[in-house]
């Protein structure tokens, strides 16, 4: 970060004048916000008319906003015009040219997750060989989708190619004005992902992140919307476990997905960006608006997340369940260590009748951090039947470490069943006792009563991640015990 | 709203209780809760705080207070006990108060404890006109019976307000019953606050009781401190008011302390309901337990707000909180969130909150032996409430608060059956 720090000083020294024009052919924009910033973004991605006049409204609907102070974090006030709003990819001469020249800390974590060696590459930032290039895999994955009509690709790509769907669904589930950080992110967001599943089409392989191609160091803005229509079905992997290289402090994302009639989305996080040292120095702020809508009837949205990186955490994945019968669901595994805060949580709107929802929240507090599990289940005057369960259970570990419960219940309807059940309790010592009885080394129980603590939600997720979700949760503990 | 009306009105009386001045320039300062505060996202503070305001400028003529102590005067053997507080519009009225044997009490001046706007309606108690005083047990003292303490009300203007310290020395033992009154004079507001000390090992029991009419106002907060071993024990019973605002704030300050709060509340019409409490869990070892239910009809709505705050050091903390709702008309509305907020690891806390209907496996029990589907559901819903009130062993008590409950469930007649 100290190089970043000091290249964002000399810019502002330099260059930071009123009244400067942006130069669109520049790898990296001086910092600094304003509508000569958005209208050079726009330029730069050839976007349609409507794209630019979407993302100035959405400015000026920022610059009227507050940044929230509601959660339960703390953080130094960010400088919104110390950043700069867009970068090109680095070229390979910037990059690490080999493994050896990568961190040996990154090094050793890869290889306790069993990450294969090419990838390990890969996800350090080293300049690749073409011969490990996912490239090949790619092409046969997108013929394999295109078969079957399914649209996957770069946000850009998409504005440019599907203008119609884009424009159509695009801020239909988060408003340009919907906070403060989507707001943000609607004016400047650099790129992401659109899928598109046609009607009646069950998407025939799991659609991952990691085989987008895209352009690179996006992550700062990224906008991700997906759209299954009619009787459609997409299992959706966002992020991997292994702690990918970022050199943003701010990630300002907002993923909206739409399940028209009988459709079904499922959508994966697995989020372990660099979470700061022992002493809380450096890390990301994943700020986050996810939010899924249940549009038709019998429509189905499905958040799981693994939530162990990032200094601090605000990510409230939410679904309105509009259609009649419609369903949503919320799993999460948050692990807090060091000085890391995170303040996550779900909403439920129930608005169509028989609507149903679920949330299994497992938050995990050691060290030093702080972690708040904030939910609101809502059921309006018409949705009948409605039914709500919600379990959210707190693992401490460790005397200076937080656990927090914020659940709000707002419930308009007599036929409505809603229930809420929290528990917050440590490892109990009879329980490890049991394990270290039975020859289990203090670190393996632990590790064992941990992953039994979160087994409800692994289980949701896809087979692969979760068996790399249960390794990364091992990790992110590692000397938060004994 | 316009506060500036207030002050003109205070400096018109010139009014003299100590610590009143500074507490009008706090709230001047502070100004009224938004929907905005977290602590009152639920219930509007403004209509809340006209009342009281508009209640400074007209002085109830002496002959309703008459008329209102011979009200309460003829009750009297309902506040039969080991003696009773009657305070008639936040005045104590001296004809019928009668001290028990071993409590003191003492004309002083309560601290205003403010933190800004959150808390406008105390600051509104302390600046406006009221009885200001402490209720004292000595060391060792165990009262019997009950002592009642009665807030009643003379004319639809009336602003009720009392501030009292109840402060019980080691090991002593006290239980109080409040009464809300207004003996159907139609509208009117009550706002006490009441600061409860209780020294080690000394013993608190609680019970509150208010049947007001749908035009009455109340707003209440009881803010508790206990030192080592000492125990708390609080049964709150709404059944009547048009708002109703009960803050209820425990500080578990020495090892052993222990609170139990229960309550109920049960809306018809448009009856607002609200019901605040936090417990801080100070010290090591210390227990809290909670329990407060909500039956909803017509057009009316229930807020329940439990906190619970673990401190750092309060290792083998034990917290238990629930909050069951029945929702029984498609207008009302329950607002729960039973919050925890924990900053120890060696702690057991647990929670829950439920909205529902009656169980329909209990109905057919019911129904199947017999009794018909109207009587089996005012029962179920009668038996839902009662669990919280077999909390209060004094059985004249008990009786009285299960027929407030009972009061509110319509044409409910099937109280002889389970007697």
Redo the contacts between chains.
């Keep these: 970060m100290s190089t970043s720090n000091a290249e964002v000083e000399a810019f502002v020294d330099k260059k930071y004048k009123h009244g400067w024009v942006t130069d669109i052919e520049s790898d990296t924009f001086p910092p600094g916000l304003d509508e000569n910033v958005i209208r050079a973004i726009s330029a730069r991605k050839g976007e349609p008319a409507f794209m630019l006049e979407w993302r100035l409204k959405a400015f000026e609907t920022w610059k009227q906003m507050a940044e929230p102070e509601?959660a339960h974090v703390d953080y130094p006030k960010i400088d919104y015009q110390a950043i700069s709003y867009f970068s090109a990819p680095k070229s390979d001469a910037d990059k690490p040219q080999s493994l050896d020249d990568v961190d040996p800390k990154l090094l050793e974590t890869y290889d306790k997750l069993g990450i294969p060696l090419h990838e390990r590459a890969r996800l350090a930032g080293v300049a690749v060989d073409a011969v490990f290039d996912s490239v090949s895999v790619t092409t046969t994955f997108r013929d394999k989708l295109a078969e079957a009509g399914v649209i996957f690709c770069s946000f850009s790509e998409a504005v440019r190619e599907h203008p119609e769907l884009v424009q159509k669904y695009l801020g239909s589930v988060v408003p340009r004005s919907d906070n403060y950080f989507a707001a943000l992110n609607s004016a400047v967001f650099s790129d992401g992902s659109f899928v598109y599943i046609p009607k009646g089409v069950r998407c025939p392989m799991e659609l991952s992140t990691y085989f987008r191609i895209n352009e690179l160091n996006t992550g700062q803005f990224e906008r991700t919307l997906i759209v299954a229509d009619e009787g459609s079905h997409v299992s959706y992997l966002e992020g991997c476990t292994a702690p990918m290289r970022d050199e943003n402090q701010l990630h300002a994302a907002v993923v909206e997905l739409v399940a028209l009639e009988d459709a079904e989305i499922k959508y994966s996080t697995v989020q372990n960006w660099y979470p700061g040292d022992e002493d809380g120095k450096g890390g990301i702020y994943n700020f986050v608006t996810k939010r899924g809508d249940c549009r038709g009837d019998n429509s189905k949205i499905s958040w799981t997340q693994v939530e162990t990186g990032s200094a601090i955490t605000w990510k409230y994945p939410s679904c309105i369940l509009r259609g009649k019968n419609s369903v949503g669901e919320f799993y999460s595994v948050a692990v807090t260590n060091n000085l890391q805060q995170a303040d996550t949580g779900t909403k439920m709107i129930h608005i169509g009748e028989g609507s149903t929802s679920t949330i299994v929240s497992k938050g995990i507090s050691a060290g030093r951090a702080n972690q708040s599990y904030r939910g609101l289940v809502k059921?309006l005057?018409q949705a009948k039947g409605a039914r709500n369960f919600t379990q959210c259970d707190?693992l401490?570990?460790?005397?200076?470490?937080?656990?927090?419960?914020?659940?709000?219940?707002?419930?308009?309807?007599?036929?409505?069943?809603?229930?809420?059940?929290?528990?917050?309790?440590?490892i109990a010592d009879d329980q490890l006792f049991y394990c270290r009885q039975r020859g289990i080394s203090e670190e393996d129980a632990v590790n064992l009563i941990v992953n039994g603590f979160c087994k409800d939600v692994f289980r949701e997720l896809p087979m692969e991640f979760a068996v790399e979700a249960q390794a990364l949760l091992n990790v992110s503990l590692e000397g938060a015990v004994g | 709203m316009n506060l500036s009306a207030l002050e003109q009105a205070f400096d018109a009386r010139e009014a003299g209780r100590a610590g009143q001045r500074e507490a009008l320039d706090a709230l001047l300062a502070s100004g009224l809760p938004t929907r905005k505060s977290?602590l009152w996202k639920y219930t509007k503070a403004a209509p809340l705080a006209e009342f009281a305001i508009a209640a400074l400028t007209d002085a109830t003529p002496a002959a309703d207070i008459d008329a209102a102590r011979a009200r309460v005067a003829q009750r009297a053997d309902t506040f039969e006990g080991a003696g009773r507080l009657v305070f008639i519009d936040g005045v104590l009225d001296d004809t019928l108060t009668r001290l028990p044997e071993g409590v003191r009490l003492e004309a002083t001046r309560t601290p205003v404890a403010s933190k800004g706007a959150d808390d406008a309606l105390a600051l509104i108690n302390a600046a406006l006109p009221g009885a200001d005083l402490a209720l004292q047990v000595d060391q060792d003292v165990s009262v019997n019976g009950v002592l009642h303490i009665v807030h009643a009300l003379a004319a639809p203007s009336s602003l009720g307000q009392v501030r009292l310290a109840v402060e019980l020395a080691p090991r002593a033992s006290l239980t109080i019953a409040e009464h809300f009154a207004n003996d159907g004079i139609g509208a009117g507001m009550h706002n006490t606050v009441v600061a409860v000390q209780l020294a080690e090992a000394a013993t608190l029991h609680l019970r509150r009781l208010q049947a007001l009419s749908a035009e009455t106002l109340q707003v209440t907060r009881i803010e508790a401190t206990l030192a080592d071993n000492a125990s708390l024990d609080t049964v709150t019973v709404d059944a009547g008011g048009k708002t109703v605002r009960n803050d209820l704030n425990v500080r578990l300050e020495g090892p052993g302390a222990r609170v139990d709060m229960r309550g109920v509340y049960l809306g018809n019409d448009k009856q607002h309901i609200d019901n605040h409490t936090r417990v801080d869990h100070v010290a090591r070892d210390t227990i809290s337990r909670e329990d407060y239910r909500g039956i909803l009809r017509d057009r009316s709505r229930g807020v329940f707000n439990g906190k619970v705050f673990v401190h750092?050091g309060a290792d083998g903390t034990d917290a238990a909180q629930s909050n069951p709702?029945l929702?029984?008309?498609?207008?009302?509305?329950?607002?729960?969130?039973?919050?925890?907020?924990?900053?120890?690891?060696?702690?057991?806390?647990?929670?829950?909150?439920?909205?529902?209907?009656i169980d329909e496996t209990s109905l057919f029990y019911l129904r199947s032996r017999g009794i018909d589907e109207a009587t089996a559901i005012q029962l179920l819903t009668y038996a839902f409430c009662r669990e919280v009130l077999t909390g209060i062993e004094n059985d004249v008590l008990r009786i009285a608060a299960e027929q407030l409950v009972a009061d509110q469930i319509p044409d409910f007649s099937a109280l002889e059956l389970i007697a």
Excluded at chain 1, 402 to 425: C, D, I, L, Q
Excluded at chain 2, 327 to 356: F, M, Q, R, W
């Design positions: 509601w059921v005057p707190s401490l570990i460790g005397k200076e470490c937080g656990a927090h419960t914020f659940p709000y219940m707002e419930v308009r309807n007599a036929s409505a069943k809603v229930e809420h059940e929290a528990t917050t309790s440590r | 977290e750092k709702n929702l029984l008309s498609d207008h009302a509305e329950i607002d729960t969130k039973p919050e925890l907020e924990i900053y120890a690891d060696d702690v057991k806390c647990a929670h829950g909150a439920t909205v529902g209907q």
